[in-house]
Nanobody
Framework: QVQLVESGGGLVQPGGSLRLSCATS????????MGWFRQAPGKERELVAT????????RYADSLKGRFTISRDNAKNTVYLQMNSLKPEDTAVYYC?????????????????WGQGTQVTVSS
């Protein structure tokens, strides 16, 4: 049974930081490109960042470069998203997802498995 379980979301003040984690099981994590997406109310789900399997190539949404960092630990079957300098517009439900590919995957249709999401709210 495939599981992707996000954690680490919550309420944070503007300028603050959060680290999201996504623990996975039920598939061969090291063979999948992993991604973080987010969806704000009334908006489409969008890519935040993606990281390939063995060589760890990354790609970020242009608007997020320099503030967010994606990483993975293949020994723990876990992917992380470090979010710094958070802004109110970063408020959304954040999802992790797995794509059965060895290349960077930027479109959500490339992703086979999805987590249930974790809420991130940036507000004073």
């Amino acid at each position: 049974q495939v599981q992707l379980v996000e954690s680490g979301g919550g309420l944070v003040q503007p300028g603050g930081s959060l680290r999201l984690s996504c623990a996975t099981s039920g598939f061969t994590f090291s063979l999948y490109t992993m991604g973080w997406f987010r969806q704000a109310p009334g908006k489409e789900r969008e890519l935040v960042a993606t990281i390939t399997d063995s060589d760890g190539r990354t790609r970020y949404a242009d608007s997020l470069k320099g503030r967010f960092t994606i990483s993975r630990d293949n020994a723990k079957n876990t992917v992380y998203l470090q979010m710094n300098s958070l802004k109110p517009e970063d408020t959304a439900v954040y999802y992790c997802a797995a794509a059965p590919t060895v290349v960077v995957a930027t479109h959500l249709t490339a992703y086979t498995y999805w987590g249930q999401g974790t809420q991130v709210t940036v507000s004073s």
